[in-house]
């Protein structure tokens, strides 16, 4: 900024910061995707027809964040204002996003699947049974209060989105009520989970990171979990 050199751009200081990394580095144990088996699992527990708004939400997070690769800070900060409901979609404006430096916003669409498991379906359930009104800057996910008089859950009024912690305990207790080893999984995992189903189904790159908010083929590259199916074609397109 002083108009002078940038030491770090010195050959030494490059080297020696390579040697660092090669020093100290260790293998990075990335956790395991979601998969549409269990978010299948997920919505046939917590999402009946007689579902209370805590198991609403807990089935909501879980597919955004799947279907719409959505981050923890993404889920979390949505608002109500921000939700257009079509016949055939909804319509998510994300404000803002890791990869989103200029605060320009970005739209993304989810469709209506007709299913279970559809996203767009439970998310209206959810927010009929919390009654927030379409126009409301409230976040959809917050803190929930069990009221003893109706039997029944209301979303408090604290105007602030669920913690990180919190977000990563109802995840891990979701999947460990399910029988699964909770450890292998995260908050991430739904993201993950949803670019590597997409991965195996051949959306184009194109689609894929702007659906994700990505700028980089290496970042991109790094949510996708390659099932054994897919390693194998590699062999069995050899020839051999």
Known sequence: MAGFPNPCDSTFVKFVKEGCIREHSHPVVKKEPISSDILSAVVEKFGKSD??????????????????????????????????????????????????????????????TNSSTCPVSMLLRYLLLSDIDERSEDFIFRQVTF?????????????????????????????????????KYGVHSLRSGGATAAAAAGVSDRLFKKH???????????????NLQVKLSVTKQLGL
């Open 212 to 226: 994700g908010r990505w700028k980089s083929e290496n970042a991109k590259d790094g949510y996708v979990h390659e």
């Open 147 to 183: 009221c003893k008089k109706n039997n029944s859950y209301k979303l408090r009024n604290n105007k602030q989105p669920l913690s990180y912690t919190r977000v990563r305990e109802l995840v891990l207790s979701t999947l460990d009520s399910l029988g699964l080893d909770s450890k």
């Open 51 to 112: 579902a209370t708004l805590y198991d609403l939400r807990t089935c909501c997070i879980f597919l955004l964040g799947y279907a719409g690769f959505l981050r923890f800070s993404e889920i979390v900060n949505i608002r109500r204002s921000q939700l257009v409901f079509s016949d055939s979609h909804l319509t998510l404006f994300i404000t803002k996003s890791k990869t989103d430096v200029y605060k320009q916003g970005s739209s993304l669409c989810l469709s209506k």
